[in-house]
């Protein structure tokens, strides 16, 4: 039913529980919600946060990052999905942990003479709200496997853009 028709009592219903033990826990939706929320950002961080086997093809890791966001925000949206993604954009914390990462995987590529002299800051931003707004626009329209299909397609040509021509 979305977010907008959420309320403590269908919460009550749900869970099985009263009022009290409810209020014994929480003030308000909002705090539900917001907890709801952390444990997600908890979750989607520990699956994405591993780190670069030099092994492995930097280019590919990449696809596989942007891939295993796609799968995440699929295994998610049942789990109120337009909140997390509302709130996602307001979240400061988030915000920084986000662009910290992907301006690390930038400057690591740059230093490693993988891709072209680029604005890591200016640049991840970019891919952070592109990479967002395909999740959330993607969960809504198209079947899980077509989304894959698509957003390694076109991040791949992304990729292609900054590499490094040798």
Do not use: P
Request: proline share 0%; glycine share 4%; with cysteine.
């Amino acid at each position: 039913e979305g977010i907008t028709k959420l309320n403590v009592s269908k919460i009550l219903k749900k869970l099985g529980i009263s009022n009290r033990v409810f209020y014994n826990r929480f003030n308000n939706l909002e705090e539900v919600l917001e907890e709801v929320y952390n444990k997600i950002v908890i979750q989607i961080r520990e699956k994405l946060n591993h780190e670069y086997d030099e092994k492995q093809d930097f280019f590919e890791y990449l696809l596989d990052l942007v891939e295993n966001s796609l799968l995440l925000s699929y295994e998610l949206k049942t789990q109120l999905n337009l909140y997390i993604f509302g709130s996602d954009a307001y979240s400061q914390y988030n915000y920084e942990w986000y662009i910290d990462r992907i301006t690390k995987l930038l400057n690591y590529a740059k230093e490693n003479d993988l891709i072209i002299d680029v604005d890591s800051e200016v640049f991840g931003y970019t891919v952070w709200c592109a990479i967002r707004g395909y999740n959330a626009d993607a969960v809504i329209r198209m079947e899980k496997e077509e989304a894959i299909k698509q957003i390694r397609y076109s991040f791949n040509l992304l990729l292609q853009g900054i590499k490094k021509q040798k």
